[in-house]
């Protein structure tokens, strides 16, 4: 293993929670005890609930930091989110974190968008609302997009700080993310190029509110998949990408560097015969600009890259290679220690 000159804030594992919660748990502890520093849940479809797998996760571990990543303020109120935020500080001080999104693809695919919903300003204002009750304050303003009195404050204070993050993808939230937020968690599909361009966005929205744009921690999903045969491993993560590339549209795909004939291919591939014949039609160039695969020196090097733009918080995410157990321990024996700070 070799050093980094790259490093990271920490390093996390985004977990899918689409498995069985008991699944899950035991990958959060298993994080816990190898010494990752975060573990993200999301709330994947119509799949489990983010803030009770969380909770349980919270309850089992005792350094880990539990990332809500993230939950919808449309669907959930904005006082609920904030009562579920201190609530999992009650349960483990000091590591929660919590990002809300308006998770709008997801919203359109199920054909659930409520009647008249921002997803902008439903997003800008829960974080607002969450950031200022989560501090011992009132909900600080009149709400457009929910119901409250603005002098209205949790009965439950929240026993240590809990960050606020937005999950966001065009530029408008990641400015918004930057003026408002503690932080950003990106999504699915993650490239350097993308990274370095959603950081200055965020930078952009925290200068403008007179914010230092170091304080908002850049975080996202980064596709791992660690073997020690690198064939194997840049294998392992063609049907990730051709499942996303069919889906994920717009920005994230046109700021990646992304050949845009090897997208189409794959999208026209999906399209027309299914996943499978997406997954034999991603090609070499897809998984060099979306994915960090290969052996541990190699993984430690197309890490790099997403530090170098802006990203403090790799969340290593996804299959994490043919053997994922054996993935999980080998990424946090040899990868972690060389890409994070030294302790002090």
């Known amino acids: 293993m070799r050093a980094s000159p790259i490093r990271f804030a920490g390093v996390g594992l985004s977990l899918s929670n689409e498995e069985p919660a008991a699944v899950t748990l035991a990958q959060g502890v298993q994080a816990d005890e190898l010494g990752y520093d975060e573990v993200s849940i999301p709330e994947s479809r119509l799949h489990r609930s983010t803030t009770s797998v969380a909770a349980a996760i919270l309850a089992q571990t005792r350094s880990v930091t539990v990332r809500v990543g993230v939950a919808n303020p449309v669907t959930r109120h904005p006082l609920l989110l904030a009562l579920e935020a201190a ?23 199920f ?14 204002e829960a974080v607002r609302a969450m950031r200022s009750l989560l501090a011992g304050g009132s909900v600080g303003f009149e709400p457009e997009t929910f119901d409250s009195d603005a002098d209205l404050r949790l009965d439950l204070a929240s026993p240590a700080p809990v ?10 939230m990641l400015t918004a993310a930057g003026r408002w937020a503690d932080g950003v968690q990106l999504g699915a599909l993650m490239s ?11 930078a952009e929205g925290a200068r403008a509110e007179g914010r230092d744009p170091g304080e908002v921690l850049v975080s996202g999903n980064v ?12 294998r392992e993560v063609c049907e990730v990408l051709a499942y996303y590339l069919a889906r994920v549209e717009g920005v994230v795909v046109d700021r990646s ?18 996943l499978a014949a997406g997954t034999a039609t991603v090609s070499g160039q897809l998984i060099d600009t ?35 157990t054996w993935a999980v321990e080998a990424l946090a024996a040899e990868v972690v220690p060389a890409v994070r700070p030294e302790p002090s």
Not at 115 to 123: A, D, H, K, Q
Not at 163 to 172: E, L, S, T
Not at 192 to 202: C, Q
């Open 87 to 109: 609530t999992l500080a009650d349960i483990g001080p000091g590591r929660v974190r919590f990002g809300v999104g308006a998770c709008e693809w997801t919203m359109r695919a």
């Open 111 to 124: 054909e659930c968008e409520p009647e008249g919903w921002l997803p902008y300003s439903n997003t800008v």
């Open 163 to 172: 960050p606020v993050d937005v999950g966001a993808v065009n530029a408008r």
């Open 192 to 202: 350097p190029a993308y990274v370095a361009w959603a950081a200055e966005r965020i």
């Open 223 to 234: 596709l791992t998949s660690l073997d020690r045969d690198r064939a194997a491993a840049r």
């Open 257 to 274: 560097g992304a050949d845009p004939e090897a997208v189409a291919a794959v999208r026209a591939a999906v399209r027309r015969e299914g």
């Open 290 to 324: 979306f994915a960090v695969t290969g052996d541990t020196d190699e993984v430690i090097e197309r890490l790099m890259p997403f530090g170098a733009a802006g990203m403090a918080m790799p969340l290593l995410w996804y299959t994490l290679g043919p053997e994922p």
